[in-house]
């Protein structure tokens, strides 16, 4: 097999693999197992903050970059049970030259672990509303641009066009706005959507323990929240108003989720704001730790790249496609069990490829702004979407290779 990512040529083996929709299920009960094994007293820290305290950006950073070929070596025949110091030498500049090992270990640990299973879903923008000026975000308090958030009438007619394109299983996604978006109707909004589909996840505003367990109790399983950036001196540049520019409230955010008993955990960086090496290294560390302390729950981790949006900045740290290919396989490496998802803000020549690289869910057909799926209202959207095929057209691509698209949060109902 062969992949081709920018003029790279990345070559795997091939294998004949009688994997389908049980040997998925099958290997995730393994990991049930192994993830109840655990034992509680391993989470010694009252919160990642405590973690995240002990380090330093400069020394991080320094420690990354002097990663040598020995190092990478090293990882890699840890592949699977990597250490977070392995996942240094993964990402580091020197790893780059042993892109296509990487890239051959990430297929095979996949196909072991995950089958030929690939999940689809799809975002549901609830609103565009928010009351953060952040420098990067199409959604930003000072875009003068139209606002929207659905009523239940507008929701249904959204949820009833997403179903028509086979989706089970949804992602809704507001600004961050707590008068207008916040528990009251975020929670409205879970109870009304629930029966529609068989798993669905939330992207909204940092909240309350409290206020996650309501939403928990709603019928939400996933709850996504992406710190933007580690980086603690820069974080206040690129959010200067509204309760994201709060770095430790947001940090402290998945403990909060965890304490609240979510089924699962999203996490990323914003791959473009700062060094990516250094916030890949940083979000490694608050997975290490969640996974320790709520060892109970699982984890996903997301590579959204800065994409054009109005009124917005361009990269700071712009990442190659090479680069982006080696932070997918460092993060497999690393952690046999993580899910691995990637968004439409990739092209469709580079989703066609990472598929086979260790991606286990792929959003298609997506709209970032409110309305859009059904009523066509055209609202500010958050970030424009590189690759804007059908739901159909990317699961007949997913089937092509061999894979099996699932339509349904089969982890959940399973």
Same mark, same amino acid.
């Given at each position: 097999?062969?992949?081709?990512?920018?003029?790279?040529?990345?070559?795997?083996?091939?294998?004949?693999?009688?994997?389908?929709?049980?040997?998925?299920?099958?290997?995730?009960?393994?990991?049930e197992? /192994?993830?109840?094994?655990?034992?509680?007293?391993?989470?010694?820290?009252? #919160?990642?903050?405590?973690?995240?305290?002990?380090? #330093?950006?400069?020394?991080?950073? &320094?420690?990354?970059?002097?990663?040598?070929?020995?190092?990478?070596?090293?990882?890699?025949?840890?592949?699977?049970?990597?250490?977070?110091?392995?996942?240094? /030498?993964?990402?580091?500049?020197?790893?780059?030259?042993?892109?296509?090992?990487?890239?051959? !270990?990430?297929?095979?640990?996949?196909?072991?672990?995950?089958?030929?299973?690939?999940?689809?879903?799809?975002?549901l923008?609830?609103?565009?509303?928010?009351?953060?000026?952040?420098?990067?975000c199409?959604?930003?308090?000072?875009?003068? +641009?139209?606002?929207?958030?659905?009523?239940?009438?507008?929701?249904?007619?959204?949820?009833?066009?997403?179903? /028509?394109?086979?989706?089970?299983?949804?992602?809704?996604?507001?600004?961050?706005?707590?008068?207008?978006?916040?528990?009251?109707?975020? &929670?409205?909004?879970?109870?009304?959507?629930?029966?529609?589909? #068989?798993?669905?996840?939330?992207?909204?505003?940092?909240?309350?323990?409290?206020?996650? &367990?309501r939403?928990?109790?709603?019928?939400v399983?996933?709850?996504?929240?992406?710190?933007?950036?580690?980086?603690? &001196?820069?974080?206040?540049?690129?959010?200067?108003?509204?309760?994201?520019?709060?770095?430790?409230?947001?940090?402290?955010?998945?403990?909060?989720?965890?304490?609240?008993?979510?089924?699962? +955990?999203?996490?990323?960086?914003?791959?473009?704001?700062?060094?990516?090496?250094?916030?890949?290294?940083?979000? /490694?560390?608050?997975?290490?730790?969640?996974?320790?302390?709520?060892?109970?729950?699982?984890?996903?981790?997301?590579?959204?790249?800065?994409?054009?949006?109005?009124?917005?900045?361009?990269?700071?740290?712009?990442?190659?496609?090479?680069e982006?290919?080696?932070?997918?396989?460092?993060?497999?490496?690393?952690?046999?069990?993580?899910?691995? #998802?990637?968004?439409?803000?990739?092209?469709?020549?580079?989703?066609?490829?990472?598929?086979?690289?260790g991606i286990?869910?792929?959003?298609?057909?997506?709209?970032?702004?409110?309305?859009?799926?059904?009523?066509?209202?055209?609202?500010?959207?958050?970030?424009?979407?590189?690759?804007g !095929?059908?739901?159909?057209?990317?699961?007949?691509?997913?089937?092509?290779?061999?894979?099996?698209p699932?339509?349904?949060?089969?982890?959940?109902?399973?």
């Amino acid at each position: 097999m062969k992949f081709l990512f920018s003029g790279i040529t990345i070559r795997v083996t091939k294998k004949v693999i009688e994997s389908n929709f049980v040997v998925a299920l099958l290997a995730n009960s393994k990991m049930e197992s /192994a993830a109840y094994s655990q034992s509680a007293a391993a989470a010694v820290h009252s #919160s990642f903050r405590e973690v995240f305290d002990q380090y #330093s950006w400069d020394e991080v950073s &320094e420690r990354i970059y002097s990663k040598t070929e020995a190092d990478v070596i090293g990882a890699l025949e840890n592949a699977g049970n990597a250490s977070i110091n392995d996942f240094m /030498a993964l990402v580091s500049p020197v790893a780059l030259k042993y892109v296509e090992e990487m890239a051959q !270990r990430s297929h095979r640990i996949t196909r072991k672990r995950f089958g030929n299973v690939i999940q689809m879903y799809i975002p549901l923008y609830l609103s565009n509303e928010c009351q953060n000026i952040c420098t990067y975000c199409g959604f930003s308090f000072d875009n003068r +641009i139209e606002r929207l958030t659905l009523n239940e009438d507008q929701a249904l007619r959204e949820v009833e066009a997403i179903k /028509a394109m086979g989706y089970d299983h949804i992602l809704l996604v507001t600004g961050e706005a707590n008068r207008t978006v916040g528990v009251d109707y975020l &929670e409205k909004m879970v109870k009304l959507i629930r029966p529609q589909f #068989s798993g669905i996840m939330i992207e909204v505003q940092p909240l309350e323990q409290h206020e996650y &367990e309501r939403l928990i109790e709603a019928g939400v399983s996933s709850v996504l929240v992406y710190q933007e950036t580690y980086h603690e &001196e820069n974080y206040r540049i690129y959010h200067t108003k509204g309760k994201k520019s709060n770095f430790h409230y947001r940090l402290d955010t998945p403990d909060r989720i965890g304490r609240a008993g979510a089924h699962r +955990i999203g996490l990323g960086a914003l791959l473009g704001l700062e060094d990516w090496r250094v916030d890949s290294f940083f979000t /490694a560390l608050h997975l290490d730790y969640l996974e320790k302390t709520y060892w109970k729950t699982k984890y996903s981790i997301s590579f959204p790249r800065l994409r054009p949006a109005v009124g917005c900045q361009q990269p700071n740290h712009p990442m190659s496609d090479k680069e982006l290919v080696q932070l997918i396989c460092a993060w497999r490496i690393f952690n046999e069990n993580l899910e691995l #998802s990637l968004s439409t803000r990739e092209s469709q020549q580079f989703r066609n490829h990472a598929v086979k690289l260790g991606i286990t869910s792929i959003s298609a057909g997506s709209k970032t702004n409110p309305g859009e799926y059904a009523n066509h209202f055209h609202a500010l959207e958050q970030f424009e979407v590189s690759d804007g !095929r059908s739901p159909r057209e990317v699961a007949d691509m997913i089937s092509s290779h061999g894979y099996e698209p699932v339509w349904k949060d089969w982890d959940k109902v399973f």
